[in-house]
């Protein structure tokens, strides 16, 4: 089946820098590639995705970009705000979905 | 959290105790899940449903039934069988088709003693 890796499991950022998130993936035919922020004790959120004939998307201070040959896509988050602070999981759909372990993000005033 | 709700938030149990988890959705979604989620494990598949009166087991059924009597309602038992059941669970709906964003609801934390 397919195996999603998450790279770093944590992150530290001051306020308006930049973080980035990677992910890889194993199995070439998924073709959709969501991400996630889930707040603590809350249920996670989809924040962005994007699709595998698509190589970057953008909103508005998020944007994830796709590399199929390299099978990995990247999260993107810029002028980052201490309200970004969570959890980030990406996944991938090949049938059914497939998560990574999380990244802890934590945006330092 | 979207039009997904789950109920209860926190949930106690006896080892031994079968308990069932409540999903219910109003976004007329067709397709329903549920995630377990462990700390530094991500989200695993329990068990999924595309259609009413249809489910498949995902990658850890064991220990785990489900029903799906109509379309708004997916709950979840955690049967004695299971091994290790205290775990934050996760209930999510879908459509089925070209898109496929998933959206998720609040979770239940259940402890088992």
Request: with cysteine.
């Amino acid at each position: 089946g397919e195996n999603v890796e998450q790279h770093p499991s944590t992150l530290s950022v001051q306020e308006g820098d930049s973080a980035v998130i990677k992910c890889t993936y194993s199995d070439s035919a998924s073709n959709y590639f969501p991400w996630y922020k889930q707040e603590l004790g809350k249920g996670p959120q989809l924040i962005i995705d994007i699709r595998s004939n698509v190589g970057e998307k953008k909103d508005q201070r998020i944007a994830v970009t796709l590399n199929k040959t390299a099978k990995h896509f990247s999260l993107h988050i810029t002028e980052t705000q201490p309200e970004d602070s969570a959890v980030y999981f990406c996944a991938a759909h090949r049938n059914q979905f497939y998560f990574g372990t999380g990244t802890s993000l934590t945006v330092i005033p | 959290d979207g039009g997904i709700t789950q109920s209860p938030k926190y949930l106690f149990r006896k080892e031994g105790q079968n308990v069932t988890l409540s999903c219910e959705q109003n976004l007329n979604h067709d397709a329903m899940y549920w995630y377990r989620q462990d700390p530094g494990q991500g989200l695993r598949l329990i068990y999924y449903s595309q259609i009413v009166n249809d489910f498949q087991k995902g990658d850890i059924a064991e220990g785990y039934s489900v029903s799906r009597e109509k379309k708004e309602s997916f709950p979840l038992t955690v049967t004695s069988a299971q091994k290790n059941p205290t775990a934050f669970y996760l209930c999510a709906s879908s459509i089925v088709g070209d898109s496929y964003e998933q959206y998720f609801g609040p979770g239940t934390r259940l402890t088992v003693t």
